[in-house]
């Protein structure tokens, strides 16, 4: 497929996820202009409170396939794993000899780590879709087996991981999903749910036409529905424990 950059409003407003990638690789300069939107990205008090693994190893991204079954993890150019990192900032006070505080074991800390990654990654999606590039968020990197991607990763105590992005020349060009409207996602002054039932109820039967009709895979999945069966699922997750190996041990 044409992979030309694009504007900041094509960027932006025509974001698709792509799970289907060419095998052709990634530009070198493309790669250090999405490196430099990462470095660049903002952070709670500058702190920096994250890190990123870039997987080119076809080995790694297949093993983490078989961990996930998320087929784009393999068929991707480069895999980025974003994770909440307190492991920098405490080996630089130990070398001050500053004490550290167990912030990461505080929700707010856990938080400020979680966002700080949520936000870099938003910053490589945004810069590699100006390229021409596909990408694909991978939540489940987080929440299919912590430890076994953990072990994988090497990652030390302090250091989480938040998503997973796909990267690659795309090789399919998926119908553009539908978003909720402006008034259901932007309010001003004050939240106010009124009307908001109906709105929903409009996206909903959105959602299930689009699911119907659009190119490729077909399905009679509503909104409401569907997202409650993830929740559903996410109840048998044992976040808590899985963050407490990595050293988060949130508070209460």
């Known amino acids: 497929m044409n992979n030309q950059p694009k ?3 094509a960027t932006l407003l025509e974001r698709r996820s792509i799970r289907r990638y060419e095998r052709e690789p990634i530009p070198e300069a493309d790669m250090q202009f999405i490196y430099e939107a990462i470095r660049n990205t903002p952070t709670s008090y500058n702190g920096q409170q994250f890190s990123v693994i870039d997987i080119d190893d076809q080995t790694v991204k297949e093993k983490l396939y078989e961990i996930t079954g998320q087929k784009q993890i393999k068929t991707c ?10 492991n920098k900032i405490s080996l630089i ?17 856990y938080t400020v780590g979680a966002v ?3 936000l870099a990654m938003m910053s490589a999606v945004t810069a590699a879709e100006s390229r021409g590039l596909g990408t694909c968020c991978v ?34 060009l998926p119908d553009l999903k539908p978003k909720q409207s402006k008034d259901l996602l932007i309010l001003h002054n004050e939240y106010s749910s009124d009307g908001m039932v109906e709105r929903l109820a409009d996206y909903d039967r959105e959602i299930t036409h689009y699911n119907a009709t659009r190119e490729g895979t077909k399905s009679t999945n509503d909104w409401a529905a569907h997202i409650i069966g993830y929740y559903n699922e996410a109840m048998n997750y044992t976040m808590l424990d899985a963050m407490a190996h990595r050293g ?3 508070r209460k």
């Open 93 to 109: 006070a130990r070398e001050k000899g500053i004490p550290m505080p167990q912030f990461f074991d505080t929700l707010d800390g």
């Open 248 to 250: 988060f041990h949130i």
């Open 77 to 86: 150019n480069r895999f980025l794993v974003f994770c909440a990192d307190y």
């Open 7 to 9: 504007s900041v409003e």
């Open 116 to 118: 700080d990654a949520a």
């Open 139 to 172: 939540g489940y990197a987080r929440t299919a087996n912590p430890d076994a991607i953990s072990t994988l990763l090497k990652l030390p105590p302090h250091v989480a991981v938040i998503c997973g992005l796909a990267i690659g020349v795309p090789r399919e």
